[in-house]
């Protein structure tokens, strides 16, 4: 089994309307999906276009790259390399509150 971190993709020129939902859906057909992550905005949470997707087995990152490269999702062309850089994207960090209120404004979060 290869490390999340070795068979991890960058999924680039993303339609702002792709979630990590329909990115598993898409990518989930070469093999099993570690973890899944759309990079957004920390203030809007709007697409930043780009996402990580890591599979468990080298194997199936190498296929989906071959054949998803280029694909067409959402009527944009996906752009695919190896992600060499998702390994801080993909890690848990136990110190990261993910709970925070979206309502909650930059100002508020500085008091």
Same mark, same amino acid.
């Given at each position: 089994m290869a490390s999340a971190f070795t068979s991890a993709l960058y999924v680039g020129n993303l339609h702002p309307d792709v979630t990590e939902a329909l990115l598993f859906e898409t990518f989930s057909s070469f093999g099993k999906i570690c973890s899944v992550k759309v990079c957004r905005d920390l203030i809007t949470r709007t697409s930043l276009g780009y996402a990580c997707v890591a599979f468990l087995e080298q194997l199936d990152a190498?296929?989906?790259l071959k054949v998803m490269n280029n694909a067409s999702l @959402?009527? @944009?062309p996906l752009q695919i390399m190896w992600a060499h850089l998702c390994k801080d994207l993909l890690?848990?960090?136990p110190d990261d509150d993910y709970s925070l209120d979206y309502d909650l404004d930059y100002e508020t979060l500085l008091d």
């Open positions: 190498e296929r989906a @959402k009527d @944009k890690e848990e960090d």
